[in-house]
């Protein structure tokens, strides 16, 4: 091993103006190896002025003998004491530097004593360098550049560290000024554009749009990549539809104001930056606030309060940004538009109560104590086919539509499916549960089907009757192949709509279930039962893994998404689960009575039980509001987006109240639409009832 010794002042006497004088060199930067007959360089530091080297390598390929070495060096110390000049360096020979790397990074190098400069200040070391120039410096400066353009990298990376070790502050401050700037990159601008929105989405909103503030052409970037905040939204569980960009393309969304359909071009085409707004990221922005619009305990939504002129309660409620449709103890179907709050229909035709509804587009199922189960055009506000075959009250049912195959739990027929895009079901299907104990299964009739009204025949749209509950059918869930049903007999049962067969009968409450709700991500399903437990079932195994104990009386409400279980209870509370370990997270408490209806999503559930519909914050379990307090009973609630809708009575009425926080914060004021039975509208201000007409009871 040759060594080549570097002579360094101690850095307790080192000059502050020398900020790197007394670092130690990294082991890396000092030791190399070669591929010349296995030899090896090792740079040595010394204290004080000793040099030293050892034998040189073989075959002349690098340095010198050891005395030759320790008096080159005493030389150049004695000539940099004297003329505080540049130090000479002794030029090497370019042959013994032509040494190559291998593939292990096998490098050689050579260098020389440099002593500390003398301990003088910046300015007089500096004049001392203009006025008494070295002779030779002319002819070795070009020599120095040659020889270090032929070292190799690792060798440069010592002399350079050795180099910037005697530099004072100001040579430091001329280099940073130069290689700071020279080493940034922009990455996001040399990636692809797939790379660039691949890294990007990644990124949360708050991130994205400081991204967007540091450069011109990073705005662009983020601002050009719809994928982007298209993705965001449904990472939200809020993916963007047609009409969500229609929407946003008629009322002109931009980035700073509410937009509307008489927003001006001119606003939107001066945005800085872009002249081309991103509508998935309007949309977005659009949403965000309004998720805060929810969530502020000052916020004023808008309300419209609907009076339906009937006593009876409503017992199922769905809507959309167009209509909303409620169904009743009494035998009649309601459809009101959701902008205005009027009447669009009433579908009758059913000779009892309906229990329960769905309806996917234009088509609505309904189930009644009738024992029936209907099916109506909405748009014509007709029924279209009646399916009969129940023996008792339809009292729960569900509407599956195709998923593809993949993600239809059915191990079936993924064995015998070849096509990866091949949807289950291939068509919608209806199952319907019963208080005769049975589930049965049919086709959702599709537009341009025939109708079906006449009884007298086998219905064709009948499949299949799945049969062993022993007692009523209260509810049912179900997802691609797998279905679950939860019954009156204390059990829930795991059915394959494919086979018709029975998989599991998951034993383990010991009163009636009055909810089941299926986890397909996770295989697996959820029920609540008069033994005031919550059980979680695994569906590979027919196992329960989980009993979620803490509720005092019967749970008959369970609602679940992709991040939090809810339950709610007869005594008065609701809890928060974590799905995936069956952990109790939050218990919501503050009603005065048992909950009837709730609902809840990614950030907020909303109860309703006498009296009172609350507002809570589902990531931290406090309570936000108290959306309405002044009705007697509040009997369903949804919401979805920016509205929500429940179902209330006051004075022994039926009413309707809509809330709206699609409004831009800090412009709103509180207000009201009273909707009466005869289609009058009128505004008041909700503050001042003695204004309100007669039809404002709510």
Known sequence: MHTVSIVRKDPKSSNANYP???????????QFHFDVNGNELQFVELGGEQTSTSASLENGTLGAASDNATSRATELSKKRQASCSLPRQKKVPRNDLEI?????????????????????????????????????????????????????????????????????????????????????????????????????????????CAASQVSKSWNSIVESLGAIWKGLSESHQAPVTDADVARATEQKWDYTTWGSEDTDPSIVESTPLYSKINLYKSIYRRRHLIRRNWMDPNSTPDSTCIRTGREAVITCLQFDDDIIVTASEDPWINVYDTKTGRQRSRLEGHTGGVWALQYVGDTLVSGSIDRTVRIWNI???????????HVSTVRSLSILTPVPMSHAMC?????????????????????????????????????????????????????KSLQGHSNSVRAVNGYGDTLVSGSYDTTVRVWSINTGKCKFVLSGHHKRVYAAVLDH?????????????????????????????????????LDLNRSWLVSAAVDWTLRVWDPETGGNIHKLEGHAEAISCFQHDEYKVVSGSAKCLKLWDIR??????????????????????????????????????????????GTKTEKTVYV???????????????????VAQS
Request: charged share 25%.
């Open 20 to 30: 790197l004088r007394g670092t130690d060199t990294p082991d890396y930067l000092s």
């Open 100 to 208: 190559e790397q291998t593939d292990e990074q096998q490098t050689s190098a050579s260098n020389v004593a440099m002593p500390s400069p003398p301990p003088a200040r910046e300015e007089e070391e500096e004049q001392q360098h203009l006025t008494i120039p070295h002779a030779n410096l002319r002819d070795e400066i070009p020599q120095l550049l040659d020889n270090f353009d032929d070292l190799p990298a690792p060798v440069k990376n010592y002399v350079m560290f050795q180099l910037l070790r005697r530099c004072n502050r100001r040579n430091l401050s001329m280099v940073a000024d130069i290689v700071v700037p020279a080493l940034r990159c922009d990455l996001l601008s040399i990636f692809p554009l797939e790379l660039a929105t691949k890294v990007l989405s990644h990124l949360d909103y708050k991130t994205l």
């Open 379 to 389: 748009k014509e506000a007709r029924c279209t086919h009646i399916f009969t075959g």
């Open 411 to 463: 191990a079936t027929a993924r064995t015998e499916s070849t096509d990866p895009d091949e949807m289950y079901p291939s068509r919608p299907l209806i199952v319907t549960g019963s208080r005769d104990k049975t589930l049965r299964v049919w086709k959702l009739p599709l537009p341009g089907e025939p109708e079906w009204l006449d009884q007298s025949t086998q219905d064709p749209y009948f499949m």
């Open 521 to 557: 991500q996770r295989n697996r399903c959820i029920s609540g039962s008069l033994d005031w437990n919550v059980r979680v079932w695994c569906l590979e195994s027919g196992s329960c893994l989980y009993t979620l104990e803490g509720h005092t009386s019967l749970v008959g409400l």
């Open 620 to 665: 931290t379990g406090k309570l936000v509001k108290d959306l309405f307090t002044e009705c007697e009973s509040i009997w369903q609630v949804r919401f979805s987006g920016s509205k929500l809708v429940a179902a209330v009575q006051k004075d022994n009425e039926a009413y309707l109240r809509i809330l709206d926080f699609d409004y831009e914060p």
């Open 676 to 694: 009466g039975n005869e289609d009058d509208i009128k505004v008041e201000d909700e503050l001042d009832t003695a204004a309100a007409p007669d």
